[in-house]
C-alpha cells in the first residue's frame, strides 16, 4: 500500500509540474502568462507544495548536489520529466529536452 501511495504522490507532483509550466497557477507559471493571485485554488492536489518548491528552488543559495534536500527533489522531478515527456520540443518544464 506504501508504494502504491509514492506512485500516486509522484504523479500528482508531475501533473502539478506540467500545470504550473504550462498554466500557471495562481502566484507562479510561465513568463508569458499573466497570473491572477486572487484566483481560487486549482484542482491539482500537489500544486500548493510543488509551487513552494519551486519557489524555493529559485532562491536557494545551498543549490550543490546533496546540499539541499529540496533542491535535490525539484531536481529528480524535473529530471524525471525530462525522461517521460512525450512532447520535448514543445515542452515548458524546464530542462525538458
Known sequence: MEER???LQLYEAMEALLHICRD???TIGPHDKLLVVSQ???GFPACK???TLVRH???CKVRVP???VHCKRMWQLL???SRM???PDDCQVPLCS
Do not use: I, V
Open 57 to 59: 528552488f529559485s532562491s
Open 40 to 42: 481560487p485554488a486549482c
Open 5 to 7: 501511495q509514492a506512485y
Open 24 to 26: 500557471g497557477c495562481r
Open 66 to 68: 546533496g546540499g539541499c
Open 49 to 51: 507544495g510543488l509551487e
Open 79 to 81: 529530471e524525471l520529466h
Open 85 to 87: 515527456c512525450t512532447e
